[in-house]
């Protein structure tokens, strides 16, 4: 089975600096994709990136990017220019045949 | 507006009065997921559907019960609710079929269930 793990439960940041949110999975399969998810206060569900596990180059989105490192099954979200807005509950989640999602990480982001 | 519709968004209720979570999707989309979220587990799947008639097993199943008997709706049912069933629920909907790995989930509002 697919596990998905965030080592982060906490994690702070001063507006307009950069972050990193860790995330690792475990899997035997080949074809996957990764996501990541924001949860703001609201507690809707929001898609942040998504990446394929088939191409090397690792996916942005204006301020977010992600390091995506197949080898060592990691797959990070980095918050460039980090805002008051980005405070959220932040969940990565690994797609197959099955959707499993990690733990999540708070992020709180300092004025 | 696409969206998935979940009701109700706050529901406190009893140990044992049976309850449904109603969810409804106007974007066609075939497969369609529950989720429950605890603090410090992340989402957890509950049970998911491929497609109209077809449901399978998630990773905590037990308590609960799904049907899928139109593609647009995927209610959850829990017939006896305990405690620990206390929780904030997601249902989530997405395309299937080849390559829908790259599909990414429509979420619900979120049910925010209490039992006492």
């Known amino acids: 089975a697919q596990t998905v793990t965030q080592s982060q439960p906490e994690m702070s940041v001063q507006e307009a600096e950069t972050v990193t949110l860790s995330c690792t999975y475990d899997?035997?399969?080949?074809?996957?994709?990764l996501f990541w998810y924001k949860q703001p206060p609201s507690r809707q569900m929001i898609l942040v990136i998504r990446?394929?596990?088939?191409?090397?180059q690792n996916a942005t989105e204006n301020r977010f990017s992600v390091n995506f490192q197949k080898a060592a099954k990691s797959f990070s979200l980095k918050i460039s220019d980090s805002q008051l807005g980005d405070a959220a509950m932040y969940f990565c989640?690994?797609?197959?045949?099955?959707?499993?999602f990690g733990e999540g990480t708070q992020l709180t982001v300092n004025p | 507006e696409a969206q998935v519709t979940q009701n109700p968004r706050y529901l406190i209720t009893v140990t044992g009065k049976k309850l449904t979570v109603t969810c409804s999707q106007n974007?066609?989309?075939?497969?369609m997921s529950w989720y429950r979220q605890d603090p410090g587990l992340g989402l957890r799947q509950i049970y998911y559907?491929?497609?109209?008639?077809?449901?399978d097993k998630g990773d905590v199943p037990e308590g609960y019960k799904v049907s899928r008997k139109e593609k647009r709706n995927f209610p959850l049912i829990l017939e006896s609710p305990s405690p620990n069933q206390t929780s904030l629920y997601f249902c989530?909907?997405?395309?299937?079929?080849?390559?829908?790995?790259?599909?990414?989930?429509?979420f619900g509002n979120g049910t925010r269930l209490t039992v006492t």
């Open positions: 990446q394929e596990a088939y191409k090397q």
């Open positions: 974007m066609n989309h075939e497969y």
């Open positions: 899997t035997s399969e080949s074809d996957y994709y």
């Open positions: 559907s491929m497609n109209v008639e077809v449901t």
């Open positions: 989640a690994y797609r197959s045949s099955r959707l499993t």
């Open positions: 989530a909907s997405s395309l299937n079929g080849v390559g829908y790995y790259n599909s990414p989930l429509h």
